[in-house]
């Protein structure tokens, strides 16, 4: 028999055995797989969102979570939910991959497969203000993808925000690349009619009182040898996502500028616009890995320290179950 058959054969061989394990779940709610057979009604986790390896090794070396003894996990449109706890708030944690498409798909699938109660979602971005050094963690109040661009004509230089003519080089002047005009994104929700936004609001959960939370926290503060002083957690910030990495100095004093941006990253507004489509609380945790101009990236500092406030967030939800435990 070829290699193909062989694998067919085995595919095939597995969907049957999952078919036959998932009879007496739901289908539509696969979460109700990992409750105990005595128990029917779901439990409300805590969905952990994170995008790459990096984010994921944070949460790892932390040693606090726990997967589930009987079902570690499940895999959906090749994405692997792992299903556990962190500290004691149960939790189902996936690794969406980066840039939006791939963060909002996971997002999706994890509101579809599993009974989530919050969102909380932890990533590494760059920061556009010198003060937000490596380590800093922001917890933005409002994000909007800035990569959503209309191209106006060359002629008309005053029509979109982005003028390439006022960055020439050495003198201002015209550029043939024209503007660009930052368009909005339409926000589908099921209890409204669809509606442009431009800034995707990013509300704090009230019942963790989270700025006490994460006053004490202590936050890793070297990198390279050279060490901070005390890193806190900024909040109320506004953050952008685009698919595009941000490195360039004069694109960030632009983003600062326009848009009161702190943080640049290709996540975060995903994460919101999937959320808010799906009218489920969130919570959006940005560690610096870099500040766009200057040299150096810190990513595992970054993840490591955003992950240590999304685990304060995360321990602070309690765990909604509903009954017979
Ligand atoms: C940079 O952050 C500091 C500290 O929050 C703030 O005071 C300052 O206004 C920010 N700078 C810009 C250009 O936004
Ligand atoms: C974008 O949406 C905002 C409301 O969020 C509105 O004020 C603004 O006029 C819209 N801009 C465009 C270009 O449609």
Redesign the pocket.
């Known amino acids: 028999m070829s290699r193909t058959n062989m694998a067919a054969l085995l595919v095939l061989g597995l969907l049957l055995v999952t078919a036959k394990q998932s009879t007496q779940m739901s289908l539509r709610n696969p979460s109700a797989e990992i409750e105990t057979s005595n128990c029917k009604l779901p439990l409300h986790r805590v969905g952990l969102v994170l995008a790459s390896d990096t984010n994921e090794k944070a949460l790892l070396d932390s040693g606090l979570f726990t997967p589930d003894s009987d079902n570690p996990y499940v895999d959906h449109v090749g994405r692997r939910f792992n299903i556990g706890k962190l500290g004691s708030t149960h939790i189902v944690y996936v690794k969406t991959g980066t840039f939006s498409v791939n963060v909002a798909t996971g997002v999706q699938t994890l509101l579809h497969k599993f009974t989530i109660s919050k969102i909380v979602f932890f990533g590494n971005a760059g920061s556009l203000n010198k003060t937000y050094v490596p380590g800093t963690v922001l917890v933005p109040e409002a994000v909007a993808f800035t990569g959503v661009w209309e191209w106006e004509e060359f002629e008309a230089q005053n029509k979109g925000q982005l003028a390439f003519g006022h960055f020439n080089y050495p003198l201002n002047g015209e550029n043939t690349l024209g503007t660009v005009?930052y368009?909005?994104i339409t926000l589908y929700s099921p209890s409204e009619d669809p509606k442009?936004?431009?800034?995707l609001p990013v509300p704090l959960p009230e019942e963790a009182a989270t700025e006490e939370l994460t006053k004490g926290l202590k936050l890793k503060e070297c990198h390279s040898g050279r060490c901070q002083a005390e890193f806190a957690t900024v909040y109320r910030s506004k953050a952008s996502t685009s698919d595009f990495y941000v490195k360039n100095e004069a694109y960030g004093e632009f983003l600062v500028e326009k848009f009161t941006a702190s943080t640049a990253d290709s996540a975060s507004a995903a994460v919101a616009l999937t959320a808010l489509s799906n009218e489920k609380p969130f919570v959006v945790i940005q560690g610096v890995s870099n500040v766009v101009g200057v040299d150096g990236s810190y990513p595992e500092l970054a993840s490591h320290n955003a992950f240590l406030v999304a685990a304060v967030f995360v321990e602070s939800f309690p765990t909604q179950r509903l009954a017979c435990e």
């Open positions: 005009a368009e909005n442009e936004v431009f800034w």
